[in-house]
T-cell receptor, first 111, second 116 residues
Framework: RKEVEQDPGPFNVPEGATVAFNCTYS??????FFWYRQDCRKEPKLLMS???SGNEDGRFTAQLNRASQYISLLIRDSKLSDSATYLC????????????FGKGTLLTVNP | DTGVSQNPRHKITKRGQNVTFRCDPI?????LYWYRQTLGQGPEFLTY????????KSRLLSDRFSAERPKGSFSTLEIQRTEQGDSAMYLC??????????????FGSGTRLTVV
């Protein structure tokens, strides 16, 4: 089993749609969780950290369920500029802060 | 530019040649990471430095790969006797050593290696 698994995608949605990404992780000792965004042929960029209580940043909402080892990202009112690959990322803890990435889910928002 | 800088941006090399990539992290960051990303996959961890010490290496880092970070500043990643399977984007990231739990890493733009 892979350490971080995401919806395989791709997702194609119309502008204004709500889209949800799901992710599971296998290591119950994981301590920190993130969503990164990666545009085509560019480097990954931090979209948001994911906190146990859930957190929101504008149109983006992230949720964490430690008991189920499940992370989600919800994008409301999607824009053309949201088209990208969304990477679920987990830090298993320890002193090296190594991040483990999922394969990513490609989102295309259509006009 | 105060971000993570990687050079070159692109490298095309013939199989069997050696290549070296450079990463200049954000100046106050003491942690530096190398990742490799192939098409359709997420980045995979290769190695990690804290200051000048290389503290962890992935099993992906075969003996043809070597990384250094002299003086705890810039880092180099060398691949000897390149193979076509080495074709990938090589990403460098740095972090400050505190607060990663909240802020993750800052990645450079990457070096795209094509082995022909």
């Amino acid at each position: 089993r892979k350490e971080v698994e995401q919806d395989p995608g791709p997702f194609n949605v119309p502008e204004g749609a709500t889209v949800a990404f799901n992710c599971t992780y296998s290591n119950s000792a994981s301590q920190s969780f993130f969503w990164y965004r990666q545009d085509c042929r560019k480097e990954p960029k931090l979209l948001m950290s994911v906190y146990s209580s859930g957190n929101e940043d504008g149109r983006f909402t992230a949720q964490l369920n430690r008991a189920s080892q499940y992370i989600s990202l919800l994008i409301r009112d999607s824009k053309l500029s949201d088209s990208a690959t969304y990477l679920c990322v987990v830090n298993r803890g320890g002193s090296n802060y190594k991040l483990t990435f999922g394969k990513g889910t490609l989102l295309t928002v259509n006009p | 530019d105060t971000g993570v800088s990687q050079n070159p941006r692109h490298k095309i090399t013939k199989r069997g040649q050696n290549v070296t990539f450079r990463c200049d992290p954000i100046s106050e960051h003491n942690r530096l990471y190398w990742y490799r990303q192939t098409l359709g996959q997420g980045p995979e961890f290769l190695t990690y430095f804290q200051n000048e010490a290389q503290l962890e290496k992935s099993r992906l880092l075969s003996d043809r790969f070597s990384a250094e970070r002299p003086k705890g500043s810039f880092s180099t990643l060398e691949i000897q006797r390149t193979e076509q399977g080495d074709s990938a984007m090589y990403l460098c990231a740095s972090s400050v050593g505190t607060g990663e739990a909240n802020y993750g890493y800052t990645f450079g733009s990457g070096t795209r290696l094509t082995v022909v």
